[in-house]
């Protein structure tokens, strides 16, 4: 079934992070995994525009402190938008669940707290396969954050400023 009903606005991000400052928080634990993911962050942070000397990188012991770091971030005004990298592997925890429940928590938490965009590039995953898999050249959980992160900044910049695409 078609309509003919046209919405009058349509706003949505581009990807252009020129004179963007973005922060990575990195989770230390499963490094082996998140130096992958940091690896994919940075690609997409040159492809996308954004200057090296605008990137701050800040390393935590692991997913549950990432929240923290990317609050102190924004609070302090370090960036405009934080990429949370971690990675959580069910078959290495008993405290999966609460790792990774409360590490998903407090990034929601603290993007709507502070109206800056907080993404949520932790891998959540039953085993090292799948984690090296979604950290990969061909799929890189770190890269699509960014991504995520530079069109969150132009989006909410839009919608201060009452565009419409
Ligand atoms: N932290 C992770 O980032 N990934 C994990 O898989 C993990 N496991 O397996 O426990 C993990 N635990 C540490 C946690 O993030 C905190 O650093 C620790 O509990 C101290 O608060």
Redesign the pocket.
């Known amino acids: 079934m078609s309509s003919n009903f046209k919405a009058a606005n349509s706003v949505s991000g581009d990807v252009d992070g020129t004179g963007m400052r973005i922060a990575l928080v990195c989770?230390r634990?499963?490094d082996h995994i998140t130096n992958r993911l940091l690896e994919g962050a940075e690609n997409a942070l040159a492809v996308h525009g954004v200057a090296e000397a605008d990137v701050t990188i800040v390393w935590?012991?692991?997913?549950?402190?990432v929240p923290m770091a990317a609050l102190a971030l924004i609070e302090n005004g370090h960036a405009d938008a934080v990429v949370c990298l971690?990675?959580?592997?069910r078959g290495?925890?008993s405290?999966?669940d609460f790792?990774a429940g409360e590490?998903a928590r407090g990034i929601q938490d603290v993007q709507l707290t502070t109206g800056s965009p907080v993404i949520f590039g932790v891998l959540t995953t039953e085993n090292l396969e799948q984690a090296l898999a979604r950290s990969s050249d061909e799929d890189n959980k770190g890269e699509e954050s960014v991504r995520t992160a530079i069109e969150m900044v132009n989006l909410l910049r839009r919608l201060e400023n009452d565009e419409q695409a």
């Open positions: 989770g634990f499963n935590v012991p692991g997913a549950y402190e971690g990675a959580v592997i290495e925890t405290h999966y790792v590490c």
